[in-house]
Structure formats: C-alpha cells, structure tokens
C-alpha cells in the first residue's frame, strides 16, 4: 500500500487562493492516478480532480473547473491542487488518494485505493 499525507489547507477569504500538497511514499508499483476528494459538513466525500501518472491526463469535477488546477511533481512523488477564486462552498476537508484504474472523465469511475488523513480548508462566507 501507499502513505499519503497532505498539507497546505487554511482559512482564507472568499476569491483568494491555497495550494495542498499531497505526498505519497510506499510501494508505487500499480500506482496509476492520483485523486484529490474533499468532504463537507454533514455531506459525502466527493470527487474534485484527477490526474495520471504516466500522461498527466487531467479531470475536474463541475464545481471546480476553471478555478482548480492539479499538477504534479514527479521527482517529488508530489501532487497539488491549485485552488483560485475560493468561495465559501469550497470549505471541506480535503484528502488525496490513490487510483487504481487511472483517471476516468466520469468521476463515479474513479477507484480510491490508499488514503491520506485530510487537510481542511476554510473559507467563511
């Protein structure tokens, strides 16, 4: 399995911007995408961006397109979510994990394997 730990979560005021990091060590054979997931109040953990490791294929949720981007680092077994133009529904905790069968368009495909324990963001309306 994998260890993934993320950081860079805060509180910040609607329109600015954060940046989470996400580390992954451990056995990389059969690690194929990595997914940023990120979970509300009171709500379900839901899907927010994908990318591969092989290509650097990319998805985005709705919610989330034109103001996130993901990207990596390979040297730095590093993915991040560049997060632009906050808004107050983006407060959640966000987790990175693990995909096993790569980075599909339809997010309900995507299939989470090892998690991280979450970095919360805020942004207060």
């Known amino acids: 399995q994998w260890q993934l730990v993320e950081s860079g979560g805060g509180s910040v005021q609607p329109g600015e911007s954060l940046t989470l990091s996400c580390t992954v060590s451990g056995q990389t054979p059969g690690w194929y995408a990595t997914g940023w997931y990120r979970q509300a109040p009171g709500k379900e953990r839901k899907a927010v961006s994908c990318i591969t490791n092989s290509q650097g294929s990319k998805n985005y949720a709705d919610a989330v397109k034109g103001r996130f981007t993901i990207s990596r680092d390979d040297a730095k077994n590093t993915v991040y979510l560049q997060m632009n133009t906050l808004k107050p529904e983006d407060t959640a905790i966000y987790y990175c994990?693990?995909?096993?069968?790569?980075?599909?368009?339809?997010?309900?495909?995507?299939?989470?394997?090892?998690w991280g324990r979450g970095t919360l963001v805020t942004v207060p309306s």
């Open positions: 994990a693990t995909l096993e069968a790569g980075c599909p368009r339809r997010l309900d495909r995507w299939k989470p394997d090892s």
